[in-house]
Each structure stands twice: as structure tokens, then as C-alpha cells.
């Protein structure tokens, strides 16, 4: 079961049915949706699939864990950690509503999740793919001690930068950083 961490600011923890018109309303902001996946825009039926998915999939057959993120009792965003084939490892996803941008609260997600990957999940390596020009999101990562790895390019033209941090690395810190500057989970 995803279990719930906290922040200084944030509360991440399960998704909600009734969270599911917020779910949609961040993925079908173009603001937001440019920068995960492919960059496109998906239906309103497309997202409200994906978010029952996460319900009765994800969940249901703990494939990874997955959180909504709320800042004093509000839905402000979107994160999980994940198996992938792209990099052969656990990745990290991360979207924010455009009103929490420029205060913080993207590393504090960050640290929570990365955390969560090196201790409750026992990792070594987090990863993250960022479109390229998604500056803000390289600048956050990197100032947090991720590594370029490589470029990916796609299909379309675009290029996709692949970022890894290594546990213990003296670069990115260790464990006992991630956790103290991360999250903690809460109950058992």
C-alpha cells in the first residue's frame, strides 16, 4: 500500500476517489501536461481512465506507489515512483499545479519521493527523464545531486535528458539526507 509521507509543507498520500475532478483538472492544464510524456495533451476521458486506473490497478495490485499532493488540505499536484524499462530502474514523476511553481514545494516532492525510493524501497539509483527543455525541472534535479546520464532522442525531434542519483553518493548525499530533508512517513 502507497503509504503517506510528509513534508515541512506537503502532505503526500493516496489517491481519493472524489480527488478524481482535481486528477484531471492538473493533467488537462497545457501548462502542466507539456512537460510529462510525450508532452501531449490527452482527453478529459483519457485522464478520468487514467485515474481509475491508479484506483483499481495500481493500488489494487500494488504495482507502484503513487500520491496526490496537498499543501494545507489542497490538491496541488501529482507524484509517484515507479519501475520502468526506459532507464531499467525506479523512476520518479512529478507534476505540480501552476500555482504552487517558484516556492519550493517541487524539491520538497522530490526529496520525499527519492527519499521514500532509497528507504522504505531499499534503492540504490533513482531516476528521472526530463524533456529538455523543461529547465526548471534539470535545475531542480541537479542542484538535488542528479547526474546526467544520457540523452534519449524521440520520435517526434524532441530530446529527453535521463538523470540518475545514487544513494551514498558523496554528490547527491546519502540515505540518512534524503530522509532527514525528504519526508517521513506517517503511521505504520
Given at each position: 500500500?502507497t503509504p503517506t509521507l510528509?513534508?515541512?509543507?506537503?502532505?503526500?498520500?493516496?489517491?481519493?476517489?472524489?480527488?478524481?475532478?482535481?486528477?484531471?483538472?492538473?493533467?488537462?492544464?497545457?501548462?502542466?501536461?507539456?512537460?510529462?510524456?510525450?508532452?501531449?495533451?490527452?482527453?478529459?476521458?483519457?485522464?478520468?481512465?487514467?485515474?481509475?486506473?491508479?484506483?483499481?490497478?495500481?493500488?489494487?495490485?500494488?504495482?507502484?506507489?503513487?500520491?496526490?499532493?496537498?499543501?494545507?488540505?489542497?490538491?496541488?499536484?501529482?507524484?509517484?515512483?515507479?519501475?520502468?524499462?526506459?532507464?531499467?530502474?525506479?523512476?520518479?514523476?512529478?507534476?505540480?499545479?501552476?500555482?504552487?511553481?517558484?516556492?519550493?514545494?517541487?524539491?520538497?516532492?522530490?526529496?520525499?519521493?527519492?527519499?521514500?525510493?532509497?528507504?522504505?524501497?531499499?534503492?540504490?539509483?533513482?531516476?528521472?527523464?526530463?524533456?529538455?527543455?523543461?529547465?526548471?525541472?534539470?535545475?531542480?534535479?541537479?542542484?538535488?545531486?542528479?547526474?546526467?546520464?544520457?540523452?534519449?532522442?524521440?520520435?517526434?525531434?524532441?530530446?529527453?535528458?535521463?538523470?540518475?542519483?545514487?544513494?551514498?553518493?558523496?554528490?547527491?548525499?546519502?540515505?540518512?539526507?534524503?530522509?532527514?530533508?525528504?519526508?517521513?512517513?506517517?503511521?505504520?
Amino acid at each position: 500500500m502507497t503509504p503517506t509521507l510528509r513534508t515541512a509543507r506537503l502532505l503526500l498520500e493516496p489517491y481519493r476517489p472524489e480527488d478524481e475532478d482535481s486528477f484531471v483538472a492538473l493533467f488537462q492544464d497545457r501548462r502542466v501536461c507539456r512537460w510529462l510524456g510525450d508532452g501531449r495533451l490527452a482527453t478529459e476521458a483519457e485522464d478520468r481512465a487514467l485515474f481509475g486506473r491508479i484506483l483499481t490497478k495500481v493500488y489494487a495490485r500494488r504495482l507502484f506507489d503513487v500520491w496526490a499532493v496537498r499543501e494545507g488540505g489542497r490538491y496541488v499536484g501529482h507524484a509517484e515512483i515507479k519501475p520502468t524499462e526506459v532507464v531499467g530502474g525506479h523512476e520518479i514523476v512529478y507534476a505540480l499545479a501552476p500555482g504552487a511553481w517558484g516556492r519550493g514545494l517541487g524539491t520538497e516532492v522530490t526529496q520525499a519521493i527519492v527519499g521514500h525510493g532509497f528507504g522504505a524501497l531499499g534503492l540504490g539509483e533513482v531516476h528521472a527523464t526530463v524533456m529538455a527543455a523543461n529547465e526548471a525541472s534539470l535545475a531542480l534535479l541537479t542542484r538535488l545531486g542528479f547526474a546526467h546520464r544520457r540523452d534519449i532522442e524521440e520520435a517526434d525531434g524532441t530530446t529527453t535528458r535521463w538523470l540518475a542519483v545514487v544513494r551514498g553518493d558523496s554528490r547527491s548525499g546519502d540515505r540518512e539526507r534524503w530522509a532527514a530533508e525528504g519526508a517521513r512517513q506517517v503511521g505504520g
